[in-house]
């Protein structure tokens, strides 16, 4: 089978899981905007923010540590993945013990010494303590489903995931006040039932974690309580890198949030961060393409490394990955009077801020796709410097911004921070591990995509008829210049 083929393969598989399973997420995106306030889904914003800071930290770098050593020390396979597991979970009980035993101070701390809504938020925190315990002692065993070659299983536990999500989300939006209405067990329900308690999107999320826990037994069971000292050394410095980068790029993408609501006013912290959490979600589409491909992209990069080709391929790879980014970052724009119905017309004011969202996510796709150099060289540290230029730029300028330009001020740091840490890592990368990227093509095709929508969103207003114009002749020109290259690389694959 043709490398290209076989990367198309593996990636399609998870894509298309991914992006099923991330859009129906996204169905839930216009009920919350349209069942809570801005002040409420600020706090559905800033919580899911602590989490996706947290999450990293939990996972301490293992699952890319675990896809690594596995091709490094292919004799040493089950060591590997008990060790990783080992890791994981003893950070993650030491986590949830003092997450539970400091509830109090966290609630506190999280509501920057607003202590109105004290009871539910100490309710908040217990029940994300257990959510990240619960995912994160799932990385691994998730991890060794797309090592072993299983992603159908691997999908199939995904879906069932957002499901049982989506399911509980209902139940709890709407059926149980339906079931009060119709004085269905009326008296019981309405004993505990909450109407438009935001904390139960909390808890449908910890039933699903729980439930995509109990899916992961058989590979739980393939675990093997013994922990080679030696190999988690070597495994551990490559780890650590590894968790600071990984961190600091959540910073990137998270921080913003919480600090929106430390340095804005308080009258109006929690909607502008209501505001900005729902316009990010119309900027999702190009997080998702970019999270499909690196679940494809991981193992394959890891498991080609040795093949004689190998950097030729990928940097045909991020070649078309470029192409795809361009189009999808013009086409989303040109259509942007269409996808803002899926979040409610309140939040409509955030709109400005979605080219300059999808943008940043461009460019952190290409980045994710670059780093596969200091990954594939044990060279990690350099993607814990790059990662730390990033997030000092982040905390520092939206500081600075945040206070005069509030969310959008956010949005233009988010992007220029994923631009530096893509030229930082290109620029480091072609010192020390030369892949022999289509670099003025490449660039040609993201600046006229850019120009383009500046056109579409500024120049002309955001008209979906003149944006799709631009848009197929955009795809017209791609066709002219690639139509010969896709010709050969089919012809090479088959």
């Known amino acids: 089978m043709s490398v290209y083929k076989k990367f198309l393969g593996q990636t399609m598989v998870y894509g298309i899981s991914t992006i099923l399973s991330r859009l129906f997420n996204f169905i839930l995106t216009p009920i919350y905007t349209t069942v809570f306030a801005p002040g409420v889904y600020g706090v559905f914003t800033k919580m899911f923010s602590y989490v996706s800071i947290i999450n990293p930290i939990l996972a301490f770098g293992m699952e890319t540590t675990f896809f690594r050593y596995l091709n490094k020390h292919e004799d040493k396979k089950q060591e590997v993945y008990n060790n990783s597991f080992l890791v994981i979970a003893f950070i993650s009980s030491l986590f949830l013990i003092t997450a539970l035993v400091f509830t109090d101070f966290l609630a506190k701390y999280t509501l920057n010494g607003n202590i109105s809504g004290f009871a539910d938020q100490r309710s908040y925190i217990q029940f994300f303590a257990w959510i990240l315990f619960v995912d994160a002692i799932s990385v691994i065993p998730f991890a060794k489903l797309r090592a072993d070659g299983k992603p159908f299983k691997y999908s199939l536990i995904k879906f069932i995931n957002i499901g049982t999500f989506i399911g509980f989300n209902l139940i709890f939006i709407f059926i149980i006040p339906l079931l009060i209405k119709h004085d269905i067990l009326a008296d019981w329900w309405s004993s505990w ?5 935001v904390g139960y999107v909390f808890v449908a999320n910890l039933i699903a974690s729980v439930v995509t826990l109990i899916m992961l037994v058989p590979q739980f069971l393939e675990l093997r309580l013994k922990f080679n000292k030696g190999l988690f050394y070597n495994m551990f ?115 400005n801020a979605v080219p300059v969202l999808l943008f940043g996510y461009v460019c952190l796709g290409i980045y994710m796709n670059l780093s596969v150099w200091y990954r594939l060289s044990d060279q ?16 520092v300028m939206n500081i600075i911004l945040i206070p005069k330009y509030s969310y ?58 003149i944006g799709n114009a631009i848009l197929i002749l955009f795809l017209i020109g791609i066709f002219y210049f690639e139509k010969d290259n896709v010709k050969k690389l089919l012809k090479k694959g088959s």
């Open 237 to 351: 410095g490559y780890s650590w890198p590894v968790l600071i980068a990984n961190l600091s790029f959540i910073i990137n993408e998270n921080l913003d949030k919480i600090l929106l609501g430390k340095y804005l006013p308080n009258n109006i912290a929690n909607h502008d961060v209501g505001i900005y959490g729902a316009v990010c979600k119309l900027a999702i589409f190009i997080s998702i393409f970019n999270t499909a491909f690196r679940l494809g992209a991981e193992p394959f990069f890891f498991s080609h490394a040795k093949n004689e080709n190998a950097k030729q391929t990928y940097a045909t790879i991020l070649y078309y990955f470029v192409l795809a980014l361009s189009i999808l970052f013009l086409g989303l724009t040109a259509n942007i009077e269409i996808i803002k119905h899926f979040i409610n017309s309140r939040y409509w004011e955030g709109l």
């Open 380 to 395: 990690t540290r350099y993607g814990l410097y790059i990662s730390l230029v990033g997030a000092v730029f982040t905390i």
């Open 408 to 465: 959008m001020g956010s949005a233009w740091v988010s992007m220029f921070a994923y631009f530096i840490i893509m030229v930082i890592s290109y620029w480091l990368g072609q010192k020390h591990y030369p892949i022999p990227y289509k670099l003025k093509s490449m660039s040609a095709y993201i600046i006229i995509s850019i120009i383009f929508v500046g056109l579409s969103f500024w120049v002309f207003h955001r008209n979906i008829y």
């Open 193 to 197: 039932y909450k109407g438009r308690w």
